[in-house]
Nanobody, 114 residues
Framework: QVQLVESGGGLVQPGGSLRLSCVAS????????ANWYRQAPGKEREWLAF????????DYADSVKGRFTISRDNSKDTVYLQMDSLISGDTAVYYC???????WGQGIQVTVSS
């Protein structure tokens, strides 16, 4: 079964950190680039970060640049999103995405609140 499964979300205080993980199965994850997105209530899905197949190149949305870091471990078929200096505006459901084939995770909630 082709799927991506996110983990690592939850409730965190402002200024805190979380690391999201996304594990792929059923396809050759090491042969595809990957993205992280998020969707806050009442808003459109927002692209956050991109990583190439090798992991050598990354790109970020301005809203998270300098605070979030995308990385991957192809030996574990996993992509990560390290989130630091979290603010309330980061509250959303976070999704990982494989580019080709196009596969989406089910999403995981991140809530930033005191």
């Amino acid at each position: 079964q082709v799927q991506l499964v996110e983990s690592g979300g939850g409730l965190v205080q402002p200024g805190g950190s979380l690391r999201l993980s996304c594990v792929a199965s059923g396809f050759f994850f090491k042969w595809t680039a990957a993205n992280w997105y998020r969707q806050a209530p009442g808003k459109e899905r927002e692209w956050l970060a991109f990583i190439t197949i090798s992991g050598d190149n990354t790109d970020y949305a301005d809203s998270v640049k300098g605070r979030f870091t995308i990385s991957r471990d192809n030996s574990k078929d996993t992509v990560y999103l390290q989130m630091d200096s979290l603010i309330s505006g980061d509250t959303a459901v976070y999704y990982c995405n494989a580019v080709s084939p196009s596969v989406w995770g089910q999403g995981i909630q991140v809530t930033v609140s005191s």
